[in-house]
């Protein structure tokens, strides 16, 4: 049972990246899915998330407009497209599957650096 994130990297103010959370050994389309980032010395933040039935999605008021969420369960997959980046989102992103009664796994995180 795995939960690795891809995609992170040094991106300059107002460009983009997508960050990646592939799953495997486990139901993946039957989990909720979330986007958590710490940046230093910070407590972790919530980011996004999308459900496991219908697909619905909710956003931090710091990344909604920017970001979106999508899921691609043919390829176990769920994505973070991140747009018109700040300097503020510098951060470790790490994604979250839950379900309820079941157990909760995390990625190991994926660096994010947006400077110019």
């Known amino acids: 049972v795995q939960l690795v994130e891809s995609g992170g990297g040094l991106v300059q103010p107002g460009g983009s990246l997508r960050l990646s959370c592939a799953a495997s050994?486990?139901?993946?389309?039957?989990?909720?899915v979330s986007w958590y980032r710490q940046a230093p010395g910070k407590e972790r933040e919530w980011v996004a998330q999308i459900s496991d039935v219908g697909g619905g999605t909710n956003y931090a008021d710091s990344v909604e407009g920017r970001f979106t969420i999508f899921r691609d369960n043919t390829e176990n997959t769920v994505h973070l497209q991140m747009n018109s980046l700040k300097r503020e989102d510098t951060a470790v992103y790490s994604c979250r599957a839950w379900r309820t009664g079941g157990p909760i796994y995390w990625g190991q995180g994926t660096q994010v650096i947006v400077s110019s």
């Open positions: 050994g486990f139901t993946f389309n039957s989990y909720v």
